[in-house]
């Protein structure tokens, strides 16, 4: 290459340089835009959920009937103890404390049962069933709890325990009007509720105090 050459080389560079200055010194953004920014619309939108919590099949039994055949049963001893129609051909278990539990036959999981005990406790039946509707959210055992009832003497509540939909009903006996005597729950499954409410009813309607030695049987 010339001398001459090189030289128009040399001049050509340097006015690229000071362009390049130049257009930064304008500070110039050829890629700005005067729209308001707005967030990338994602390709498949969905809202953030919990899955359902999985539920075992029920047990498979016909729906308890609403006129089971009953037989009078002793719970506890006298004087505290009482006499109460207990489902016939259910299995019994009596606990250490003033309480009995009559189960299906064969005690099925996902079946059925009702519980009668003996109480002494210093609580009229107002306060028995708001104190358990109040300990009922409260019991780590249950989930997807549903209080469907809670008045007079009775408390309705459907929930999943160990895995399978209950229906329970609890009702309270006072044989005086005053304090809570006896506390009937009977709990099973949702096809269950018409016969396990006649059976509650039955059992809070005839349950008495047991006849102290020496007194006829009523």
């Given at each position: 290459?010339?001398?001459?050459?090189?030289?128009l080389?040399?001049?050509?560079?340097?006015l690229?340089?000071?362009?390049?200055?130049?257009?930064?010194?304008?500070?110039?953004?050829?890629?700005?835009?005067?729209?308001?920014?707005?967030?990338?619309?994602?390709?498949?939108?969905?809202?953030?959920?919990?899955?359902?919590e999985?539920?075992?099949?029920?047990?498979?039994?016909?729906?308890?009937a609403?006129?089971l055949?009953?037989?009078?049963?002793?719970v506890?001893?006298p004087?505290?103890?009482?006499?109460?129609?207990?489902?016939?051909?259910?299995?019994?278990?009596?606990?250490?404390?003033?309480e009995s539990?009559?189960?299906?036959?064969?005690?099925?999981?996902?079946?059925?049962?009702v519980?009668?005990q003996?109480?002494?406790?210093?609580?009229?039946i107002?306060?028995?069933?708001?104190?358990?509707?109040?300990?009922?959210?409260?019991?780590?055992?249950?989930?997807?709890?549903?209080?469907?009832d809670?008045?007079g003497?009775?408390?309705?509540?459907?929930?999943?325990?160990?895995?399978?939909?209950?229906l329970?009903?609890?009702?309270?006996?006072?044989?005086?009007?005053?304090m809570?005597?006896?506390e009937?729950?009977?709990?099973?499954?949702?096809?269950?509720?018409?016969?396990?409410e006649?059976?509650?009813?039955?059992?809070?309607?005839?349950?008495?105090?047991?006849?102290?030695?020496?007194?006829?049987?009523?």
């Amino acid at each position: 290459m010339s001398v001459r050459g090189l030289g128009l080389v040399l001049v050509l560079l340097a006015l690229g340089v000071l362009g390049g200055y130049a257009y930064a010194g304008l500070g110039l953004d050829p890629v700005r835009s005067d729209g308001a920014p707005a967030p990338l619309e994602a390709a498949d939108p969905a809202l953030p959920f919990t899955p359902p919590e999985k539920v075992n099949p029920d047990a498979d039994l016909p729906p308890v009937a609403t006129d089971l055949p009953v037989a009078p049963a002793r719970v506890g001893s006298p004087p505290e103890g009482v006499v109460v129609p207990a489902p016939v051909g259910w299995e019994r278990t009596d606990l250490p404390t003033t309480e009995s539990r009559w189960s299906a036959p064969g005690r099925p999981i996902g079946s059925y049962g009702v519980r009668v005990q003996v109480l002494d406790r210093n609580r009229s039946i107002p306060q028995a069933v708001a104190e358990r509707a109040a300990a009922l959210p409260l019991d780590p055992l249950v989930s997807d709890l549903e209080v469907l009832d809670q008045s007079g003497d009775t408390l309705r509540a459907s929930f999943i325990l160990d895995g399978y939909r209950k229906l329970t009903i609890i009702r309270w006996v006072s044989f005086d009007g005053g304090m809570v005597d006896v506390e009937i729950a009977a709990t099973g499954r949702l096809i269950d509720q018409p016969g396990l409410e006649a059976l509650v009813a039955r059992m809070a309607t005839d349950v008495r105090r047991q006849p102290e030695r020496g007194e006829p049987e009523e």
